[in-house]
Each structure stands twice: as structure tokens, then as C-alpha cells.
């Protein structure tokens, strides 16, 4: 059985402008011990996916979706008090801003141990012991010395392998990771995905990584999903997508890649993600795209099946029978 | 923490003399002469006058006054009253308590009841005891104090005749002054007599609580009401933060987020705004001290200004300002306990 399942999950923002849909027609399928990567740009709505599985999105957001099921749990009609048991345990995030991300007034080491006792019931003795464990397992030097830390204490760096270390303290199941390197250092962004890919490996736990980044989805991902102003645009496996990309966004996205341009000049799409207000009649990406056709700018593209990577496209390229021919 | 509260204190000797320098001066800018208003209506001659001026050392230049007046301050010694001829400092600590133990109450009451209708009023945005709440806080705010204490004389003290009209206790108890606090001097006097129905309870406690609640009420308004959106406002700030979300992503309770993750961090401009407004009220509290007859040092102020009781007024604002500065630096080491950041810089 799968570990997650999500079907067609909509997320609607109720504004002083009007209804705002950030997320349309979500899907994701996870087994157990995937790695996954959810790729777009801002304002795809991949966080927002995420947070609304987690249930962290404010009261002015509308979810809907027909399955969104997690390890044999219904997330749609689940009560408030059954959804604390299972986020922050088995089912855990863990954010961009690392600096911001802990409470400023407490010690790493109470913010972590509070997890333990709140999930697991540990006493005192055990939650120091496992805190200390944690630590060195997210590769902290001096657990001892700095449990009794704040925040600001540390770098941002640090402060991240502190929330991962909260994250998977109680050996979740799934752990979602959004941007969990953008705010950070290259040195440090490289050593914080290592950890990741490396705990995923040990604890065997599913691990969704949202980024923005290609770089990051080519050294850590096996199934890559790619995002466009709310909707997944493409999803395949990692190598299959980096080679054969069938969405035309999905391709421009891998052409911007510094290590594989072709030309002096960087290649880059041209215009933004779509707003609130310039939403396209047609196809979300038509605006942007260079093969568009009158049909991309008039309707909306179905979704395709498994052998063009499920690509939302009238025109998908790179196809077998092209390349046969 | 011990640099810390020293490099503090030394900031209080520029303060100390710079609130010297303006309370002595301000006094004498002031239009008026002590010595006519001490000789009263009828004429008097002009070597009389001459006479007067140079017993209370008038007639010195302001520079060589000044200089006398901080001698005697930094040896302890205020000056006395010209009008009741007695030290200023022991009038000033025969009077303190009464505006302390006021002030101290409606403080209390402030916070214990403006923190947590901030928290509830934060956590129910936009709802109705939200709204209730702040234009009730926005009403008392801007009530006019005096007309405020009337009203609850006429309610109070009137119509259910629940308290008395004025006073700190009623004629009838006298007892040893202790403490200078009523409520705890009336305790140790004894003879009170507890009642489960407390319109019996009788004796000297129960006669300063009575007469300590409506001042109390009336002089916590304010302060509640600013505590009250001060804190609604920082509570809502806080909890659109980062770290809450990481709080609520860990699976913690509602309550644990408020109470533990997003109270702590909101209390600290909180802090900041009850540190000022007890600072305010020790200055005394000039309308309902004057209307509830307290005897206190804001009533005992207004007085010495009318009367141009030079001695009264510069001393007294001077010990004034001391007491707000000690209260600047309890926050200030408040601050320290509630905020690790500054702690440790």
C-alpha cells in the first residue's frame, strides 16, 4: 500500500481580492523510502501543497481533494487532536528559513525534546539521552554543550541540522523538506542535502524534497514532479525526466541549467508564473512557451499518460515514435 | 547580569542630573514667588520682603542656589517644606505608600486581566469577543478618568452603597503604621472577621479593601486597556511567525503553542509598556488621588505646585524620577530573564 496517496488536491485562498487558487489538481503517489522531488518556481504552489497535507495552512484556505491518504489515514476528514498525532511523528517538515524556524526564547534542547514527550512520553532521562543521539546523528559537534543553546546562538547551517534533528526525532515515516537550502551557504547547502539523502538511506523513511533547485534534484531524487503555477506539469524518474523531458517547461527549465548550456548567453524562459488575474484561457505555461499553438492558448491541455511522463501538454515533445522516426 | 546591571546604573548619574537640573528650574520658571504666596494677601514692606528673600537664600545667583540645593541632595537632605516646615524626604516617604499600594493594585488588576483578554482576543481574530473586546479597551482608553470615577461613585457608592466615596480606611480603626501598605497594616492590626458572605466580613481589612477598590478600578483602566491591545497586537504578530508554524508542525496542543511558544515572545514589548505605565502611575495619580481624597504624592505635588513650595516640588520630582528609573531597570533586567538574545549581549 502506498505510504501517501493524493488525488486531484485543490487549494483555494479566500482574498480581499477574490478566490486565489495556488494549488490545482495536486497528485502524488509515495511508497515507502521514496525520494521524491517536487520541482518548480516560486509561486508554483508546491509548499502549499505540502503545508495543506500537514494541515498548516491559515483558516482562510480551502482544501479539496478526492484521496489524500497517509499511511492509512484519511487527511480530509480527520479531526484537528488525530492530526497532532501524526504530524511532527510520522509524519514530519521541515522549513526554509532555519534562523527563523526556532523559537528564539527556548534551547534547541528543549525544543526537540518537547517533540519526545509530546509523541513518544519519554521521561526526563531518556529525552536528554535521545536529544544527544539526535544530535549526533545530524552531525552536531558537542551535543551536550549545545542542547542548552538558543537559536541564535548558531549558524544557519546549524540551526537547520537542529530542525532536522526535530523533524526526525520521532523516526517519521515521511519527512518533507521545503527548500531546506535555499537560505544557506553553498558550502553548507551541499552538506545539508548529504544528511538528508544519508538519514533517508538509515531510517528507511520516505523523503519529498521541495525545491526550486535542478541541481538538487539531479544529486538527490529518484522520481522528480515538476510544478506550474499550481499544477504538475510532468512527474518521471529522475534520469528518464533529466534526459527525455516531454513538458516544453519541464525542457526550458533543464535548458537554464548553468552546466548545460550550449551558448555564452544563459537561456531563459521568458515572463513570470501567472498571477491571480492573468490566469491564461488555455494552457498555463502558453504565455511562456516557444512552441506554443492556437489550441495551447484556447483550452486547456489534458493530462497525458505514463509514457510522456503524465506531461499537461497539447504539444509534448521528445517522443518515442519522433525519435524513430 | 552583574556588568549588566552596573553598566546600568551608570547610566543613572547623567539621568540623576539632568532630572535635578530640570526639576530645579522648572519650579522657577514657573510665574510666581513663594514668599508672596506665603505672606498671603495682605501687603507686605519691601525690607520684609528683602528680608524673607535672602532668609530662603533667594537673593543668591541660580548657579550658587543650584550648588547649594545638590550639596544637601547628595547628603541626603531635600530641603523642608516651607509650608508645613517639616523635611521634604520624610514627607515624601510618609505619603508614598498610599500612591504605591493604589498603584500597585490597579497595576495588578491591569495585567491580570488586560494579558489574558490580549491572548483571547489574538487567538479569536475577528470575532466577536475580539470586537467586543477591543472597542471596549478603545471605550476605556478614552473615557476621561475623572468623569469615569464619578459615574462609578454613583453606581458604586451611591445607588448599591457597596464602598465608600473617599479615603484610604474608615475613621473608626486606628492602628500602628508598619509597612505603610493599609491592606497589610490593617492585617497585622487584627480584629478582622472573616464571613463567608462578604458584606459581614467586618474590621479594619475589610474596611482598606473596601475603600481601596473603586480608586483601584478607575485607575486600572487605562492601563488595562493598553495592556489589553498591546498584547492582543504582539500576539498576532508572533503568531504569524516562523517558529509557530514549526510549533504546530511538531503536532503540539493549541494551547501549548499559545501559552508557551507565542506568550513568552510576545510579553516582551508587553514588558516594555507596563514598565512604563507604572512608571506613570508612581508619579502619582493626580485626577483620582484628588477625587477619591487619596493621600498620596501625586494630591501632595499639585498642592506644593500651587503653593510654590520650591523644596517639595524639585525634591519631589527628583525622588519621583528615581522610583521610574528603578522601575526602568527591574524591566530592564525583566527584559533580560524573558529575552535570551539580550541576555547575553
Wanted: aromatic share 8%.
Amino acid at each position: 500500500m502506498a505510504l501517501l496517496e493524493v488525488r486531484n488536491l485543490s487549494v483555494d485562498f479566500e482574498t480581499t481580492s477574490g478566490r486565489f487558487r495556488a494549488v490545482d489538481g495536486f497528485d502524488l503517489t509515495l511508497d515507502p523510502g521514496d525520494i521524491t522531488a517536487v520541482v518548480g518556481e516560486s509561486g508554483s504552489g508546491k509548499s502549499v501543497a505540502f503545508l495543506a497535507m500537514m494541515g498548516l495552512l491559515p483558516w482562510t484556505a480551502t482544501i479539496t481533494s478526492d484521496v489524500m491518504k497517509f499511511d492509512g489515514n484519511d487527511l480530509r476528514s480527520i479531526t484537528p487532536r488525530s492530526r497532532r498525532q501524526i504530524i511532527g511523528k510520522d509524519m514530519s517538515m521541515i522549513f526554509q528559513e532555519p534562523m527563523t524556524s526556532l523559537n528564539p526564547c527556548y534551547t534547541v534542547g528543549f525544543q526537540i525534546k518537547e517533540a519526545l514527550r509530546i509523541h513518544l512520553g519519554m521521561d526526563r532521562k531518556a529525552r536528554h539521552a535521545r536529544a544527544i543521539e539526535l544530535f549526533e546523528q545530524v552531525g552536531i559537534p558537542a551535543p551536550e554543550t549545545r542542547l542548552s543553546t538558543f537559536p541564535h546562538q548558531m549558524s544557519g547551517g546549524m540551526n537547520q541540522r537542529v530542525m532536522i534533528a526535530m523533524a526526525i526525532a520521532c523516526k517519521p515515516k515521511m519527512l518533507i523538506a521545503d527548500e531546506p537550502t535555499t537560505a544557506l551557504d553553498v558550502t553548507i547547502q551541499a552538506q545539508i542535502l548529504e544528511l538528508l539523502t544519508s538519514l533517508q538511506e538509515e531510517t528507511g523513511m520516505a523523503l519529498v524534497l521541495i525545491t526550486h533547485d535542478m541541481g538538487v534534484v539531479a544529486e538527490t531524487a529518484q522520481q522528480v514532479s515538476v510544478q506550474y503555477a499550481g499544477q504538475k506539469c510532468e512527474q518521471q524518474e529522475v534520469t528518464a525526466l533529466f534526459e527525455r523531458p516531454h513538458h516544453p517547461y519541464t525542457a526550458a527549465l533543464l535548458a537554464a541549467l548553468p552546466e548545460r548550456a550550449t551558448t555564452k548567453h544563459l537561456p531563459t524562459i521568458p515572463g513570470v508564473v501567472p498571477g491571480q488575474f492573468d490566469r491564461p484561457k488555455g494552457c498555463m505555461f502558453a504565455p511562456r512557451c516557444s512552441i506554443a499553438t492556437e489550441l495551447c492558448h484556447t483550452t486547456p491541455p489534458p493530462v497525458g499518460g505514463a509514457e510522456i511522463g503524465f506531461a499537461r501538454c497539447h504539444t509534448p515533445i521528445n517522443l518515442k515514435a519522433e525519435e524513430e522516426a | 547580569m552583574l556588568n549588566f546591571l552596573l553598566s546600568r546604573l551608570m547610566t543613572f548619574i547623567p539621568t540623576f542630573i539632568g532630572v535635578t537640573l530640570i526639576s530645579f528650574s522648572f519650579i522657577r520658571v514657573l510665574p510666581g514667588d513663594p514668599i508672596i504666596v506665603m505672606a498671603g494677601e495682605r501687603g507686605m514692606s519691601d525690607e520684609r520682603y528683602a528680608e524673607l528673600r535672602a532668609q530662603f537664600g533667594f537673593d543668591q545667583p541660580l548657579v550658587s542656589q543650584y550648588w547649594d540645593y545638590m550639596t544637601g541632595v547628595l547628603q541626603g537632605d531635600l530641603g523642608t517644606s516651607f509650608v508645613t516646615k517639616k523635611p521634604v524626604f520624610d514627607e515624601f516617604f510618609a505619603l508614598f505608600p498610599a500612591t504605591l499600594e493604589l498603584s500597585l493594585c490597579a497595576i495588578t488588576l491591569a495585567i491580570l486581566l488586560g494579558i489574558p483578554a490580549g491572548v483571547i482576543a489574538a487567538i479569536n481574530r475577528g470575532k466577536f469577543f475580539d470586537r467586543a473586546l477591543m472597542s471596549s479597551a478603545l471605550v476605556g482608553y478614552s473615557m476621561p478618568i475623572f468623569w469615569w470615577a464619578l459615574l462609578m461613585i454613583i453606581f458604586f457608592s451611591g445607588w448599591l452603597q457597596w464602598t465608600p466615596v473617599s479615603g484610604r480606611i474608615s475613621l473608626m480603626y486606628f492602628f500602628d503604621d508598619v509597612t505603610g501598605f493599609m491592606l497589610i497594616d490593617s492585617l497585622l492590626a487584627g480584629g478582622n472577621s472573616i464571613s463567608l458572605f462578604p458584606f459581614e466580613a467586618d474590621g479594619p481589612f475589610f474596611s482598606a479593601l473596601s475603600h481601596l477598590v473603586l480608586p483601584t478600578i478607575v485607575l486600572a483602566t487605562i492601563p488595562l486597556a493598553v495592556i489589553a491591545r498591546q498584547t492582543r497586537s504582539a500576539m498576532l504578530e508572533v503568531l504569524g511567525e516562523d517558529y509557530i508554524r514549526t510549533a504546530r508542525a511538531k503536532g503540539l496542543p493549541p494551547s501549548r503553542i499559545t501559552y508557551v511558544h507565542a506568550l513568552r515572545n510576545a510579553m516582551i514589548p508587553v514588558i516594555t509598556v507596563i514598565g512604563l505605565l507604572v512608571g506613570t502611575l508612581l508619579a502619582g495619580a493626580i485626577l483620582t488621588e484628588t477625587i477619591f481624597s487619596w493621600p498620596g504624592i501625586g494630591k501632595w505635588m499639585v498642592d506644593s505646585i500651587y503653593r510654590r513650595d520650591y523644596p517639595v516640588v524639585q525634591g519631589g520630582l527628583m525622588l519621583i524620577a528615581v522610583m521610574v528609573m528603578v522601575v526602568n531597570l527591574t524591566v530592564d533586567v525583566l527584559y533580560g530573564l524573558i529575552n535570551p538574545k539580550i541576555r547575553k549581549s
